[in-house]
């Protein structure tokens, strides 16, 4: 990772025991997935973009194979954990989501 990555403002954060996986939703418009490598220690795995502002929140489905995360553009994004393509944007909120 970047020391952008490290020292990124965080917004909101999701974690998912199936995998070790850890979203963080940042101020600088990227969803940063993280995987642990022990006991506090997390390698940087994908960096997520598409947003146009920040990102607000980020979750996972139960069963970890999707990630939803929300953006002050007011989209809501889905992306599939397999290979961290998005699936699908819902857009026409209005203001963040």
């Known amino acids: 990772p970047t020391s952008q990555d490290v020292t990124a403002s965080w917004r909101a954060a999701s974690s998912v025991v199936v995998g070790r996986k850890l979203a963080t939703a940042s101020a600088d418009g990227l969803c940063r997935i993280w995987e642990t490598q022990g006991v506090g ?3 940087l795995v994908e960096r997520l973009g598409g947003h146009r502002g ?9 069963d970890a194979l999707w990630l939803a995360t929300t953006g002050q553009d007011g989209d809501v994004k889905l992306w599939r954990t ?16």
Do not use: I, M, Y
């Open 54 to 62: 920040k990102v607000l929140a980020v979750a996972f489905s139960p």
């Open 82 to 97: 397999d290979g961290w393509s998005c699936a699908r944007t819902l857009q026409g909120h209005l203001g963040g989501v």
């Open 41 to 43: 220690q997390w390698l």
